[in-house]
């Protein structure tokens, strides 16, 4: 068994080539190309499912690998759950292989269900940071398929393969800096958007102003500034994947609903500017608690939420003269997927690590 530390980003019109001239500025070790076909499983009662876990056969080339993924943490976009896998000789999900190898102890003997697919060409870059620090970077382009209902995959994720968290976070913000194009970090597994798929669960519109009353209500009883910036990065993170997987049109001829999609995002950059000691404080705690990861971010973060603030006032003033839904959510959608605005959202997240 081991955890799995991993940053996910969603991109649009996945480029490779893009991605192979900025890596190659890096000291890249190794770089392999293969198309994995992935099957999920589960029991006809959807044990794996109600348990927070994936069971996973993936084959590459003749290879044929079992994987049961567990519940684990999610922060922003970066992924940290354990993971066990043992070969297969063949596509058949052996359970028993599993459990008896790591002596684990599941509570179902039942048969196991195909339940949906995601295959995709995955081109992978090994990047050797620091002399100690090794960093995987993934390239996912290709579909998540559930019987006749596909949706595309197109994704990047930063592995830890050796070295700590200071070194990986600094490769990813230096990565941030040469990217050009649409991205946001991405909390939703592959797995869990194809059960989604399977189940047709549609992406709904959260109300925003009970979730804010919320973040309000932890706030009041949190023991550190740290766990503050963590519900606020899970209020944005969970703001930022719902607006965009509702899409632009389901705003547009709704006045109030953009009314209050933009106020959902002002509340957060208003917090933050009534609040300019928070991110010093998050700091300190984490230094205290001999976090060093963290210790480069104030002065960017502190500059990028006051940017963040500007530009929600200016989507907010446009909206309400020009009284343009399209408009005014497109300007949003640009804002939230910039390479600038991942890498504050990176910035926040090492802030809060380390916090349960």
Not at 82 to 111: I, R, W
Not at 204 to 232: N, P, V
């Amino acid at each position: 068994m081991q955890d799995e530390i991993e940053l996910k980003l969603a991109v649009e019109n996945t480029q490779i080539e893009q991605f192979a001239s900025i890596l190659a500025q890096f000291n890249v070790i190794a770089y392999q190309k293969a198309f994995l076909a992935n099957t999920y499983y589960d029991t006809a009662d959807g044990y794996f499912t109600r348990h927070k876990m994936g069971l996973r056969v993936r084959q590459k080339d003749k290879d044929y690998t079992l994987t049961l993924k567990t519940d684990g943490k999610v922060s922003g976009g970066l992924h940290v759950r354990p993971e066990y896998n043992v070969a297969l000789p063949n596509a058949e999900p052996n359970l028993a292989a599993l459990t008896e190898h790591y002596e684990l102890s599941l509570e179902t003997t039942a048969p196991l269900n195909a339940i949906f697919s995601t295959d995709f060409e995955r081109h992978m870059w090994l990047i050797q940071a620091t002399p100690t620090s090794q960093i995987e970077v993934a390239v996912d382009v290709g579909k998540v398929i559930a019987g006749e209902k596909q949706q595309t995959i197109s994704e990047i994720e930063f592995e830890i393969k050796a070295g700590g968290l200071a070194p990986f976070f600094a490769f990813v913000a230096d990565f941030l800096n040469h990217y050009q194009g649409n991205v946001h970090f991405y909390s939703v597994s592959k797995a869990k958007r194809g059960y989604q798929l399977a189940q047709g669960v549609a992406p709904k519109a959260s109300d925003w102003i009970e979730r804010w009353r919320g973040f309000l209500h932890t706030e009041k009883y949190a023991k550190k500034t740290s766990e503050k910036l963590t519900a606020l990065l899970h209020y944005e993170q969970d703001l930022i994947e719902e607006t965009l997987a509702l899409g632009a049109d389901h705003f547009a001829t709704d006045f109030i609903k953009t009314v209050e999609r933009v106020g959902a995002f002002f509340n957060l950059a208003h917090y933050y500017d009534d609040n300019k000691n928070l991110l010093e404080t998050a700091l300190n705690e984490q230094l205290a608690a001999n976090h060093h990861y963290a210790l480069n971010v104030l002065t960017a973060l502190t500059e990028a939420n006051a940017q963040f603030l500007t530009q929600i006032r200016e989507i907010i003033r446009l909206h309400s003269e020009t009284k343009d839904n399209g408009l005014a959510m497109r300007k949003l959608f640009d804002l939230i997927q910039t390479p600038q605005y991942a890498q504050r959202m990176l910035h926040l997240m090492t802030l809060t690590l380390g916090e349960e």
